[in-house]
């Protein structure tokens, strides 16, 4: 079966093909979050988190938190690794800096995990590292025998016991970011500033997630997403640029109409690209899609059958059945994407004349998931990326070291085995 051929898993009849009792129970530390559940639990957990994602003031206030950290944190650090030369990970600086950026306008506060002198924080530090190691080890479970993940569960140990070991690190992080925000929130007289000033407080004051357990899995479950989809992709995209050097001159041509209308002060100023005005570029948004074509941030989707179902394509599927659809495979089909589909061309994803975005139907480009489960931080995570990309290629040239191996780690983020050792040169205007 072609899996872009079936929007019956994802849109038609999505409600046959679930997550599934196995994968909440392999990511039980998010249970309850839209990470893992489905039907009406979580439309109605969609809407509240979507109402929230949409209120003006939250969307102005990632903007702000975005370009603030991209210019006081991001750029800041490549101007002294540019000045002497020195080669650095680029994947872990990303990891660093996405795990800033979505706690910021989540909890209102700032790990500083981006800043060297703050690296001193060790629960924020830990609570980063047993992320990699949830979603690492989660992989390997789903690839395994329920029988047999469940006994080393039981008995402690093989990756069950990391998985022990990061759940403990988890739920310490969320509990102390609850605590912290409303010990905050005491101190805020206007209810309607406690609603606005940070996603989390939308859910503290309401009486319908007074579930701590709930509040704690979905806070874990949001840094999942915003940090490792984001900062994977960054990493992948940065890759891939170096190798394209047309590419990089392309939006740069495309950035330049911005960057005449604005002014760096100083000798050692650099542009910074805000959100409002790389809304509208769209051959910028081909590279981003084109790269998460190629090395989607979630590699795999897993479903659950619920009833015996025969596809369009005439394949059986049986109750209890588990389908494995592999995006990362699906982005390479060539009944798909055509004869260069290993190629990278963004000028794949424009319209004739290149003035705007071609359509693809998202059961085919599933790389924000597609149907009611459609990625509700689409446009956030859009935002953020056109704002790195486009303020670092302004300011520098980014060179990847040789003799590096670069291969997918076997995860359920998309991310590199080895990390990405690139060298910054600043870029003479």
């Known amino acids: 079966m072609r899996p872009y051929k079936c929007p019956t898993i994802f849109t038609t009849n999505y409600t046959n093909f679930p997550k599934g009792a196995e994968f909440a129970d392999i990511f039980d530390i998010v249970g309850g979050s839209l990470f893992t559940i489905d039907g009406e639990p979580s439309h109605q957990q969609r809407a509240k988190v979507k109402g929230a994602l949409s209120n003006p003031r939250m969307a102005a206030t990632m903007a702000a938190c975005c370009c603030d950290k991209v210019e006081n944190g991001l750029l800041p650090f490549f101007r002294r690794m540019a000045s002497t030369g020195t ?17 910021m306008p989540f909890f209102g506060v700032d790990p500083g995990l981006l800043s060297s002198e703050m690296l001193q924080d060790r629960l924020h530090m830990d ?6 190691t949830f979603m690492e080890v989660g992989f390997s479970l789903l690839m395994t025998p329920s029988s047999y993940w469940k006994l080393m569960r039981w008995l402690n140990i093989g990756p ?11 739920r310490e992080f969320a509990a102390e970011m609850m605590e912290r925000r409303k010990m905050n929130t005491c101190f805020v007289g206007n209810e309607d500033e406690q609603e606005d000033g940070d996603i989390l407080s939308c859910f503290l004051n309401d009486p319908d997630y007074a579930d701590d357990d709930l509040l704690r899995a979905m806070i874990i479950g949001y840094m999942f997403a915003a940090r490792d989809t984001v900062g994977t992709t960054l990493t992948w995209i940065f890759y891939k640029l170096a190798q394209n050097p047309n590419i990089v001159s392309n939006i740069r041509k495309e950035l330049s109409p911005i960057a005449s209308r604005k002014a760096a002060v100083g000798v050692d100023a650099m542009l910074i690209f805000e959100p409002k005005e790389t809304r509208s570029l769209v051959y910028l948004k081909a590279v981003l899609y084109e790269t998460l074509r190629l090395y989607p941030a979630a590699p795999l989707e897993c479903k659950t059958v619920v009833a015996d179902y025969i596809m369009p394509s005439g394949h059986e599927v049986h109750a209890g059945d588990t389908i494995i659809i592999s995006i990362h495979s699906m982005g390479r089909m060539e009944g798909a994407w055509g004869e260069d589909c290993l190629h990278y061309k963004p000028d794949r994803w424009l319209s004739v004349g290149g003035n705007n975005m071609r359509y693809v139907p998202s059961h085919k480009f599933l790389a924000f998931n597609s149907g009611p489960r459609m990625c509700l931080g689409k446009d956030i995570a859009i935002m953020q990326m056109k704002t790195v990309i486009a303020s670092t290629l302004w300011n520098f040239d980014v060179e990847v070291m040789d003799g590096q191996t670069i291969q ?10 080895n990390g990405l050792i690139v060298k910054l040169k600043k870029r003479e205007m």
């Open 160 to 170: 069950e016991r990391k998985l022990k070991v990061a759940r403990t690190v988890l």
């Open 87 to 103: 080669p650095f990970d680029v994947q872990e600086l990303m990891s660093r800096f996405m795990f800033d950026l979505a706690a």
């Open 408 to 417: 997918p780690k076997q995860a359920c983020i998309q991310q590199m085995k």
């Open 127 to 132: 609570a980063a590292v047993a992320l990699d």
